[in-house]
């Protein structure tokens, strides 16, 4: 049994509404993971941890496709490297990002989400502490071949790569998946058509769809995939 998890981040507004359109064309679900804040990548992160001005992100919006049937997880207060600031600084952040979440995505719930380090950086020090907090990790992995999860994965490792067009890298990734017996496959992306880091083109999205479709392959967001072992175990 294969899984694959396409993890779209940032938040691309045009490319979520295109790749939302394209999963439901299939009846999938989306994987987006979005930061709590409308900044993006800022040069001061700390500054925003204390600011009550900070406008939150496009809730409006994420709002929207979680009633659709997809799955929208926190990536961050602000798109900043959580290893670069001390630790205490983190957890605010951290902290400050899970209670934005809460009080603007209708039906979050920090115990049940899954959090998507940005820039998939990481430490022993915060993952432990950030497990006190969220169901499950997304951090950098070799390959971003897990194994098939069970009721009590916690750790789910991604894989990426760019700034330019990552299709290539996607396949590779996908003909080592298939090389095994089982596995599960969280594949790093962001926007389509140009758009995010390491984008992939839409018309590619599509016809990948119906490629692992055809193979029997499930394709579900991560906490998906991890409720799906729950239920499994049951």
Not at 38 to 47: D, H, N, Q, R
Not at 230 to 234: F, H, P, T
């Given at each position: ?205 599509e016809e990948l769809i119906v490629r692992l479709l055809d193979k029997n392959v499930l394709i579900m967001p991560v906490g998906q995939a991890l409720d799906w072992a ?5």
């Open positions: 049994m294969y899984i694959v998890s396409l993890s779209f981040d940032d938040g691309f507004e045009e490319s979520n509404r295109k790749i939302a359109e394209i999963y439901e064309k299939y009846g999938l679900s989306a994987c987006f993971n979005v930061m709590a804040l409308a900044e993006g990548l800022v040069s001061e992160p700390t500054a925003h941890i204390y600011d009550p001005e900070a406008m939150p992100g496009n809730f409006d919006l994420w709002n929207v496709l979680q009633a659709r049937g997809h799955e929208i997880m926190p990536h961050g207060l602000v798109h900043h490297d959580l290893t670069e600031i001390p630790f205490t600084e983190a957890q605010r952040s951290v902290l400050r990002c899970l209670d934005i979440f809460e009080w603007n995505l209708r039906d979050f719930h920090r115990h049940e989400a899954v959090y998507n380090f940005a820039f998939n950086n990481h430490t022993p020090t915060l993952e432990a502490w950030l497990l006190t907090q969220v169901r499950a990790i997304r951090l950098q992995g070799k390959d971003g071949i897990n194994p098939l999860p069970t009721r009590d994965t916690q750790t789910i490792e991604t894989v990426g790569h760019g700034p330019e067009n990552c299709e290539a890298h996607l396949e590779a990734s996908l003909e080592k998946l298939f090389s095994q017996p089982s596995g599960w496959l969280v594949y790093n992306t962001h926007g389509v058509d140009g758009e995010g880091w390491g984008p992939i083109r839409s018309s590619y999205l729950r239920n499994k175990a049951i």
